[in-house]
């Protein structure tokens, strides 16, 4: 029997896919940058991360490639992956919100590559640009990690079946 070459057509509409989905359990990060060519803070509420290796330290996340800051994060050298805490629910709103000035009024730092550090963050990973790969309508970003920094006995912001909790209900 010779295996196929390729993956049959899906059984299920987008819609049921992305239930599906958001029955996984995930954090909430919050992805930062500083573009390249105009020096401006971007930034961008993301779920999509993962650990890849930890020799050399890399993680992942996507960004969909119709999203207006993929040039800056595309030809950029460093981001950060902001993990946020059980209290942070309004900076996962600001970030996933259309505002001109997400950053105004925050409590940062500069990281890695001028991207920007969210103060009170339950961890941080600050990354190389190290490759992307493009798959379907997203952009996978691979970053080599730099600097890390957690807050020990910080709670992490939870998203599941399209909310926030601060802990996984029972």
């Known amino acids: 029997m010779t295996p196929p070459t390729r993956a049959q057509a899906p059984a299920f509409s987008a819609e049921q896919f992305r239930s599906a989905l958001g029955m996984f359990a995930t954090g909430v990060t919050v992805v930062t940058a500083r573009d390249a060519a105009t020096g401006r803070r971007i930034g961008l509420t993301a779920n999509s991360f993962n650990s890849v290796s930890l020799s050399p330290p890399l993680v992942l996340w996507s960004l969909a490639r119709a999203a207006g800051s993929m040039p800056a994060f595309s030809r950029g050298s460093h981001y950060a992956i902001n993990i946020l805490a059980a209290g942070q629910r309004d900076l996962a709103e600001r970030f996933a919100s259309k505002l001109d000035d997400r950053f105004e009024g925050l409590?940062?730092?500069?990281?890695?590559?001028?991207?920007?550090?969210?103060?009170g963050a339950a961890a941080v990973f600050e990354c190389f640009n190290r490759s992307r790969y493009e798959e379907g309508d997203h952009v996978i970003f691979v970053g080599e990690v730099e600097r890390c920094t957690c807050s020990e006995g910080a709670t992490p912001l939870i998203f599941h079946g399209?909310?926030?909790?601060?802990?996984?209900?029972?």
Do not use: K, N, V, W
């Open 162 to 170: 399209g909310r926030y909790f601060t802990e996984l209900p029972l």
């Open 107 to 119: 409590a940062l730092r500069e990281g890695s590559g001028g991207a920007p550090i969210i103060e």
